[in-house]
């Protein structure tokens, strides 16, 4: 069963019922939801999260659906790998990649959307629909598939191709807009009113982001039930940010793991970095941007969570990080020679991001780091394309001894 109580306004503190709702009808502040957290403090322990299946939904006593409805194409449970290469080429000891690029279709979202699907089915919606960057359209698609619901996904027209074609394979109705993921996103709000879909990050919001959390537990879980020191976050809503956080404290106060002294770093690109630059001014107001970055699954210019996530930053100490453009395919490259990961531009800012906060000593050697890769490289091979070059020969003996010879 869930736990869940209700919802209630980040803002102003009123509470809802746990309905398809994302804001407050008196200060159109955000709904998040709650939980009667003493009931699942009694039953919730750490062999009874061993024991539950191999997903995401092993957390299910944390998530606001129920788990025996879901929508599940196996979203979670993805490797923690121990990055000796790239800890020794940074000169630190305990370095962590979260490979969340192995999910089911490719891109953490598969939390955020398995929850999403999972209570947009519970509430009696026919038809998945949202807003996205490029990977949430993906996975919306997917899960749509899986379930036999109808779905909507509304990308950017200048997306990768891999993208698009990672999304419109599961036969969505893909409806590519010639304008920003701001553009795209309000004219998403404007139809969600006219609509009566389940658009995913809009009127499913609250219950949306909840699935972000499932990353914080299971890094805990996978680091032997304890939290990291430091925590290497991509941003573009905020949202993922700040559930990591939320994940671990729940952990900490239902006695799974100890105290939580995590620093949260987030990281942006240049070309986008509404939030980071807020940080760096000391501002709790975003200034919205108009993106250009090469980081397209990053690109929001008006983040709907950043208010929230630069109190994460304040609340554990840590620090935001934006990168130039042209370190990103080089994070991409790295990632890939160093760890055998292929991930996309938003696993470059991380690596990027990742090499300047320990060069600048924000992060220490011995420290436990983990840097979270969200998504995976072959949807947008047009970044690195024109960094490789195979070696060309005719099928012979000697050529490929002539190549070799001729080669550095
Ligand atoms: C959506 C996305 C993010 C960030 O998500 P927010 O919760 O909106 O900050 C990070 N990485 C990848 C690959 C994504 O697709
Ligand atoms: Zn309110």
């Not at 990281?267 to 807020?278: K, L, S």
């Amino acid at each position: 069963m869930s736990y869940v109580k209700g919802l209630f306004c980040k803002e102003c503190g009123r509470e809802y019922p746990a309905e398809p709702l994302n804001v407050c009808d008196f200060c159109f502040g955000p709904l998040e939801v709650t939980y009667d957290y003493d009931a699942i403090s009694s039953v919730v322990s750490r062999e009874r999260i061993e024991n539950g299946p191999r997903s995401m939904w092993r957390y299910h006593d944390f998530l606001p659906a129920e788990a025996e409805n879901a929508i599940d194409i196996n979203a979670g449970y993805t490797p923690l790998i121990k990055a000796n290469n790239l800890a020794r080429s940074l000169g630190l000891d305990e370095l962590y990649l979260k490979n969340d690029a192995v999910n089911p279709s490719f891109s953490f979202k598969d939390r955020v959307v398995a929850v999403a699907s999972t209570k947009a089915r519970e509430f009696g919606f026919d038809t998945l629909a949202c807003a996205s960057t490029g990977n949430l359209a993906g996975s919306v698609a997917a899960h749509a598939a899986r379930a036999g619901m109808r779905a909507f996904v509304f990308i950017p027209a200048d997306l990768e191709r891999g993208k698009i074609l990672g999304a419109a394979v599961y036969g969505p109705t893909l409806v590519a807009v010639d304008g920003s993921y701001d553009d795209v996103n309000r004219l998403c709000s404007e139809l969600s009113d006219s609509y009566n879909w389940a658009f995913v990050n809009i009127n499913m919001r609250p219950y949306y982001a909840e699935g972000s959390k499932s990353l914080g537990f299971e890094v805990a879980e996978q680091l032997g039930w304890r939290a990291p020191d430091n925590c290497i976050v991509p941003g573009a809503s905020g949202s993922l940010f700040t559930k990591i956080w939320k994940g671990l404290n729940e952990f900490s106060s239902a006695g799974l793991i100890g105290d939580v002294n995590t620093r949260m770093f987030i990281c942006q690109a240049e070309g986008c970095a509404p939030i980071v630059t807020a940080h760096k001014a000391g501002d709790f107001a975003i200034r919205p941007v108009k993106p250009n970055t090469i980081a397209k699954s990053l690109a929001i210019g008006n983040p709907a969570d950043g208010y929230f996530a630069l109190r994460v930053l304040e609340a554990t100490g840590g620090s935001g990080c934006a990168v130039p453009e042209e370190e990103v395919a080089e994070g991409i490259k790295d990632l890939a020679e160093m760890e055998g990961i292929f991930t996309e531009p938003a696993g470059g800012v991380v690596v990027a991001s990742l090499k300047r906060l320990a060069r600048s000593g924000q992060i220490k050697p011995w420290e436990t780091t983990v840097a979270f890769i969200t998504g995976n490289g072959y949807k947008t091979q047009e970044v690195v394309e024109d960094t490789v070059r195979p070696v060309l020969i005719k099928p012979t003996f000697a050529a490929f001894e002539e190549a070799l010879s001729v080669r550095p």
